[in-house]
C-alpha cells in the first residue's frame, strides 16, 4: 500500500516534468481545456440556447463527439484479442497504450454527455432512479463505467507490477479481466450504436446496419489513432514499439475500413434505389434536400479521405511510416466526420414532421468541444507520461528519491495531489 | 534518430520538480508563477457564471426532491407549497398548484377531424396561454401542418404557411401534438424515469427529475417534445395561475416538457383548452373506456388513421375524417373554404 | 518490448520558455474576464397572443325562443312586424328589411324554406310541420340527416363544458351556435401567426417550397408536385 501511495505521488509529479515540447503541448492543452471551460461557465449560465442545437436537431456536435470517442475507446482495446489471446507480444505494449487512451476516451464521453445535459446539477437521478433495463442510456451509462473500471484496472495492475519489478499474476489478474474487456469493449459499441438505432422514429438510425458500422468504423479509427500515438510516443520518448506491432495495426486498419465502406455503400443502395420517403435524412446527407445542403460537403469530405485513406492502405506505400501515418490522419477526420456529425445529425434533418433545420455548432459549443478533447488529450499525455519510464525499466521500486532524476526522470515528490487530473488515473 | 522531447536535450543540470529538496529558488518561483496563474485563469475561465440568474441554483429542497412517484403525499404538498412559492416570486402571481391524479377506469383519447380544421392556429396559441408555455424563446406544444392534399407524406406539409386566409382549398390541415402514444418510445428511453405514462394514458413529466439529456427528443416520431433551451419566459398578466404539478406549472431552464392533455382540466372533468377554442369543432375528447364518449363514437363510425401507425406506437390521438366528400376538392385556390360547411 | 537506455540523461526542462507559462496563463485570464466572445443567443422574436385574440369558444349565442328583438326599450316578436308585412312572394332579393342577412345556404334559398309563414314566431320544414327556435338541429335535420346523426352522436359539433357523458356541465352546441344558418358554411378566416422555433426564434430562411421534396408521393394530389423530385434533390 506503501509501495502504491509512492508510485502515485511519484506519478504526480512525473507529470510535471518536462522538456520544451513536453510543456508547450501541456501548456497548448490546459489553455483549450481552460477555454473549453470558460465556454461551458457561458453555457450554464445561458442554457443551451448558446450552443446551435434546437428542438428540431436536438444533438449535435456533444453527442457526435461522444458516439465517435466511444468508437475509439472500444476500439483500441479489442487490439488485446491479438495480443493475449494470440500471444503476440508486439501488441502487448500496444494494447497498455490503448487501454491508457481507452480510459481517457471514456472519461471524454462522459464529458460530453455530462456537457450536453440540460441539468446536469440533476446527474445523479442516474444512479437514483436509473431506467434499466428499458433506457440505452442507462445501458451506456453502466457500459463506459464498467469499462473504465476495467481499463484503470488492466493498466494499472499491469503498470504496477513493472514498476515493482514484479511478473504480473496474468492467470489471476489479467486474463479473467482481459476476456471481459474484450466483451465489454464490444458491448460499448453495440450499446452506443442501440442507442439510437433503437428509436423507430429516426428511419436514418433504425437499420440493423448501425451497430456492424459503428464496429467497423471504429476499428479502423482505433489503430489509426493508435499509430499516430505510438509514432509521437516514439519521437517525443524514444520509446518504440517494434515495427511488427504498427504493420498489425495497419492490417486490422485497412480490412475494417474495407468493411466500413462496404457497409456505408449497402446503406446508400437501400436508401436510394429504393427511393422510399425514408431517405430523406440520407438525401439531406449526401445530396441536400430542398436547397439546404450543410452537410453536403462534409460527406463528401469525409468519403474522399476515406477512400484516399483506403487506397494508400492497400498499397505496399503504407508500409512506409510517413505514408501510414499520411493515411491514419485522413482516416481519423474521414471517420469523425462521418460518424460524428453525419451520424448524428442528419436523423434530425427532417424532423419526423418534416421541417428542415439546419444545425451548425455555435463558437461556444466548438469551444467546449475542444475543451474536452483538450482535457481528455492532457489526461492521456499525463498517463503516457508516467507509464513511459515504467515500461522502459527507468522508474521502478528501486528507484531512489533523488537517483530517480537521474536515472529515470523521477523526482521524490513533494506535493502529492498537486495535479487534479492524476487522481484518475492508475488505480488497480 | 529520436528527438527526445519529454526528458530534455541537456544533461547535468538538477531537476525541476516543485519543492524538490535541494531545489533552486529560480525554479521554485517559476513553478509559483505558473501556478498562480494557472489558477487564475481557471478561475476567470468561470466569469461567465456571473450572469447566472440568482435563482438558477436548485434550492437544498429541490436538490434533494424525490421523483414524483416516490414522494409520500407529505412530500409532495411540501413540493407544492415550495413550487407555489417559486411561483410567487418569479411572477408575482399567487397560483393554486394541485396534484391531479389519473382517475380509475378512465382512458383518454383524442380525436380530430381532418376534414373540418381548417388550420386558424388558434389551439397553438390557445395551448399556450393554458399551459404557461414559453414566450420567448417560443415553445408550442401544437405544430399544424398544411398539406397538400392527396398525400400523407409530412415531409411535403407546411409548417410556416402564412396566407391571408385559412383554409386554402389545395390543402388540408394537420395538427399535431402528443399523442400519448400507449407503447410510448420517449418514456422507454428516459434514463432517469422522469417521463412515464399514467393509467388514464398520459404521458407526463417530473419537471423536477429530468435531466436534459434531450434522448426522449430523440425518440419521439411526432416532434411532440419541447426542450428548454433557455429561461422560459411569461410576460406579466400571462401566467395561468391554474396549476397541475404534473402540468402547466412553470417550467425551468434545461428541462423537456409537452402537451399532457391539460391534465390538470382533463382531471377534473373539464375539456381540454386546444377543444375548447376550436372554431370548427374539429377537436374530440373523452373516454374511450365510455361507449356513449364522443371518442368511442368516432372510433365506432368514423373513417380513423393514426399518424406512422408503422412505428408501433398505439397512439391515443386519432385522425379522422367525414364521409362526405369535400365540395371543391381538386380546385386548388385560396378561400374557397371548402370543408366548412354542411 | 524495445527499450531504449541510450538517453539516460536526467530530465531538465528548458527553463527560460518555463517562465511564459505564468503570465501566459494570467493573459488568458484577462481574456476570459474581459475579452471572452458573447454568447451567440438569437433574439427571439415571439408572437403574443392575448386571450382575446382567440375569440368565444361558441361563435354565436343562442336565440330566445321565440326570438326577441330590441328597438329602443321596446322588445318585439317577429310576429309583431310580420303580421303587417307578409311576403307573398318568398323572395329574397330586393328585401327592404333583413338586408343584413346574406342568404347562401345552396338550394335552401327562400326565406320560407325555414321560416314559417303561418306563425313567424316559428321555424317550418318542408313538409310544414312547425318547429320552435329550440328545435333548430331537427329544422337543419330534414336535410342535412348524415350531419344530423353525427351530432347526435356526438362526432360532429362542439361539446364544452366536461367531457363526462353523464356530466351536467356537458353541453354540445347546437347548429345555430357554431353556423349562421343564412350562411352556413364557415367564412375562411386570418390563421394566427406560424412558429418561430427554429434556432430559437429566428424564422426559418425562407420556408420549404411545397412539392420540393423527395419524389415519394404515392399518388399526385396537389398539381405537380411529382416531376420536381429529381430535381429538388440536386444541389
Redesign the interface.
Known amino acids: 500500500m506503501r509501495d502504491y501511495l509512492t508510485f502515485l505521488s511519484r506519478c504526480v ?1 512525473l507529470s ?10 501541456m ?1 497548448l492543452l ?2 483549450l481545456a ?2 473549453g ?2 465556454a461551458y ?16 436537431v ?2 449535435g456536435l456533444y453527442i457526435g463527439n461522444f458516439i465517435y470517442l466511444d468508437g475509439l475507446a472500444a476500439a483500441v482495446v479489442l487490439l488485446v484479442i491479438p495480443a493475449y489471446i494470440y500471444r503476440n ?1 508486439a501488441l ?2 500496444v494494447v497498455i497504450f490503448g487501454q491508457l487512451f481507452a480510459v481517457a476516451a471514456v472519461i471524454m464521453c462522459m464529458l460530453f ?1 455530462a456537457v ?8 445523479l ?2 444512479f ?4 434499466f433495463p ?5 445501458w451506456d ?1 453502466i457500459a463506459l463505467g464498467g469499462y473504465l473500471l476495467l481499463n484503470i484496472h488492466l493498466t494499472g495492475y499491469l503498470v504496477f507490477c513493472q514498476y515493482r519489478k514484479r511478473e504480473p499474476d496474468l492467470r489471476r489478474f489479467v486474463i479473467p479481466f482481459v476476456l471481459v474487456v474484450i466483451v465489454w469493449a464490444i458491448t460499448i459499441q453495440a450499446v452506443a450504436a442501440f ?1 439510437l438505432s ?5 428511419p436514418f438510425w433504425n437499420s440493423a446496419v448501425v451497430a456492424p458500422r459503428f464496429l467497423a468504423s471504429a476499428f479502423a479509427a482505433g489503430p489509426a489513432f493508435m499509430i499516430l500515438t505510438l509514432e509521437c510516443i ?9 515495427r511488427e506491432g504498427l504493420m498489425t495495426l495497419r492490417g486490422i486498419m485497412t480490412v475494417a475500413l474495407a468493411l466500413h465502406m462496404f457497409l456505408l455503400g449497402s446503406e446508400l443502395f437501400t436508401a436510394f434505389y429504393t ?3 425514408h ?2 435524412s440520407a ?1 439531406y446527407l449526401f ?5 439546404h ?1 450543410g452537410l ?1 460537403p462534409w460527406i463528401w469530405t469525409a468519403i474522399a479521405l476515406n477512400l484516399c485513406a483506403l487506397g494508400v492502405l492497400f498499397t505496399p506505400a503504407s508500409q512506409n511510416l510517413a505514408m501510414l501515418s499520411g493515411a491514419c490522419v485522413m482516416l481519423i477526420v474521414g471517420v469523425w466526420i462521418e460518424k460524428g456529425m453525419g451520424l448524428i445529425v442528419p ?2 434533418v ?8 439546419e444545425y451548425a455548432p ?3 459549443e466548438v469551444l467546449v468541444t475542444l475543451g474536452v478533447w483538450g482535457l481528455g488529450l492532457l489526461l492521456y499525455t499525463i498517463l503516457v ?1 508516467v507509464t ?1 519510464p515504467v ?4 522508474l521502478t521500486i528501486d528507484t531512489p528519491g533523488r537517483g530517480a ?3 529515470a ?1 523521477a ?5 502529492p495531489g ?1 495535479s487534479q487530473s492524476a487522481e484518475e488515473e492508475i488505480r488497480p | 534518430m529520436t528527438i527526445r522531447i519529454w526528458e530534455g536535450k541537456s544533461a547535468g543540470a538538477p531537476g525541476p520538480c516543485g519543492a524538490e529538496p535541494g531545489f533552486t529558488r529560480r525554479g521554485f518561483l517559476r513553478g509559483a508563477t505558473g501556478a498562480v496563474g494557472g489558477m487564475a485563469a481557471l478561475a476567470a475561465a468561470l466569469s461567465p457564471l456571473r450572469d447566472l440568474p440568482d435563482d438558477a441554483f436548485p434550492s437544498l429542497e429541490e436538490f434533494l426532491q424525490k421523483h414524483y412517484k416516490e414522494m409520500t403525499p407529505a412530500e409532495l404538498a411540501d413540493a407544492m407549497e415550495r413550487v407555489r412559492a417559486e411561483v410567487e416570486g418569479r411572477y408575482g402571481v399567487v397560483p393554486t398548484v394541485r396534484d391531479y391524479p389519473p382517475i380509475e377506469g378512465v382512458r383518454f383519447a383524442f380525436a380530430l377531424n381532418l376534414s373540418r380544421c381548417i388550420g386558424c392556429r388558434k389551439c397553438v396559441h390557445a395551448c399556450v396561454e393554458e399551459n404557461n408555455l414559453s414566450r420567448s424563446p417560443e415553445v408550442q406544444y401544437i405544430r399544424v401542418l398544411e398539406m397538400p392534399r392527396g398525400t400523407m407524406d409530412l415531409a411535403r406539409g407546411d409548417h410556416h404557411y402564412d396566407r391571408a386566409e385559412v383554409p386554402d382549398g389545395g390543402h388540408y390541415y394537420l395538427p399535431v401534438q402528443c399523442h400519448q402514444c400507449a407503447n410510448p418510445p420517449c418514456v422507454k428511453v428516459c434514463p432517469v424515469g422522469a417521463t412515464w405514462q399514467e393509467s388514464d394514458g398520459i404521458v407526463v413529466i417530473d419537471y423536477d427529475w429530468c435531466i436534459g439529456c434531450r434522448y426522449c427528443e430523440a425518440a419521439c416520431p411526432y416532434w411532440a417534445r419541447r426542450f428548454n433551451f433557455a429561461e422560459p419566459t411569461i410576460p406579466d398578466g400571462g401566467l395561468n395561475p391554474d396549476m397541475g404539478y404534473l402540468s402547466n406549472r412553470p417550467r425551468r431552464r434545461g428541462v423537456v416538457e409537452k402537451c399532457h392533455f391539460c391534465l390538470h382540466r382533463t382531471r377534473r372533468g373539464e375539456m381540454p383548452a386546444c377543444l375548447e377554442v376550436c372554431p370548427v369543432g374539429a377537436r374530440k375528447f373523452g373516454d374511450v373506456l365510455d361507449p356513449q364518449s364522443e371518442v368511442s363514437q368516432i372510433l365506432r363510425t368514423k373513417r380513423v388513421l393514426v399518424l406512422k401507425e408503422e412505428v408501433g406506437t398505439l397512439p391515443r390521438f386519432f385522425y379522422y375524417f367525414d364521409e362526405r366528400y369535400p365540395r371543391d376538392a381538386g380546385s386548388p385556390g385560396p378561400g374557397e373554404g371548402g370543408e366548412a360547411g354542411p | 518490448m524495445t527499450r531504449h537506455h541510450e538517453h539516460p540523461d536526467p530530465e531538465r526542462p528548458a527553463s527560460r520558455p518555463a517562465w511564459l507559462v505564468g503570465p501566459a496563463f494570467g493573459l488568458l485570464a484577462v481574456w476570459f474576464v474581459w475579452f471572452a466572445p458573447a454568447p451567440q443567443i438569437p433574439a427571439s422574436g415571439s408572437v403574443q397572443i392575448g386571450k382575446a385574440a382567440l375569440g368565444p369558444t361558441a361563435r354565436a349565442t343562442v336565440k330566445a325562443d321565440p326570438p326577441i328583438t330590441r328597438v329602443g326599450a321596446y322588445e318585439y316578436r317577429c310576429s309583431d312586424c310580420h303580421r303587417l308585412f307578409q311576403n307573398e312572394a318568398e323572395k329574397t332579393v330586393g328585401r327592404v328589411q333583413h338586408t343584413e342577412i346574406v342568404l347562401d345556404h345552396g338550394l335552401n334559398d327562400r326565406c320560407l324554406y325555414c321560416h314559417s309563414q303561418a306563425d313567424r314566431d316559428r321555424l317550418v320544414a318542408r313538409d310544414g310541420a312547425g318547429l320552435s327556435y329550440a328545435q333548430i338541429p331537427e329544422l337543419c335535420a330534414r336535410c342535412h340527416g348524415t350531419t344530423y346523426r353525427d351530432w347526435q352522436r356526438g362526432t360532429h359539433g362542439k361539446t364544452l363544458g366536461s367531457w363526462r357523458s353523464a356530466s351536467p356541465e356537458r353541453r354540445r352546441l347546437t347548429c345555430s351556435e357554431c353556423h349562421d344558418p343564412h350562411a352556413p358554411a364557415f367564412a375562411p378566416e386570418a390563421p394566427l401567426p406560424g412558429p418561430h422555433t427554429a434556432r430559437m426564434g429566428e424564422p426559418p430562411a425562407g420556408h420549404r417550397p411545397e412539392g420540393g421534396g423527395p419524389p415519394s408521393a404515392p399518388f399526385v394530389g396537389a398539381g405537380g408536385a411529382r416531376g420536381s423530385g429529381e430535381g429538388g434533390a440536386g444541389r
Open positions: 509529479a510535471f516534468v518536462g522538456g520544451r515540447v513536453y510543456y508547450a503541448w501548456f490546459t489553455v481552460l477555454v471551460l470558460n461557465a457561458r453555457q450554464l449560465a445561458h442554457g443551451l440556447a448558446v450552443t446551435g442545437m434546437t428542438d428540431q436536438s444533438w507480444r502487448r505494449d454527455v450536453d445535459l440540460g441539468r446536469p446539477d440533476r446527474f437521478h442516474l437514483a432512479r436509473p431506467n428499458d433506457s440505452m442510456l442507462t451509462v442507442l433503437g428509436l423507430g422514429g429516426r516514439a519521437r517525443g520518448t524514444g520509446y518504440r514499439v517494434p427511393g422510399s420517403a431517405a430523406g438525401r445530396l441536400g434536400l430542398d436547397g445542403t453536403v436523423a434530425f427532417p424532423t419526423p414532421l418534416g421541417e428542415i433545420v455555435t463558437l461556444d507520461r513511459v515500461l522502459t525499466g527507468r532524476r537521474r536515472a526522470g523526482p521524490a515528490p513533494r506535493r498537486a
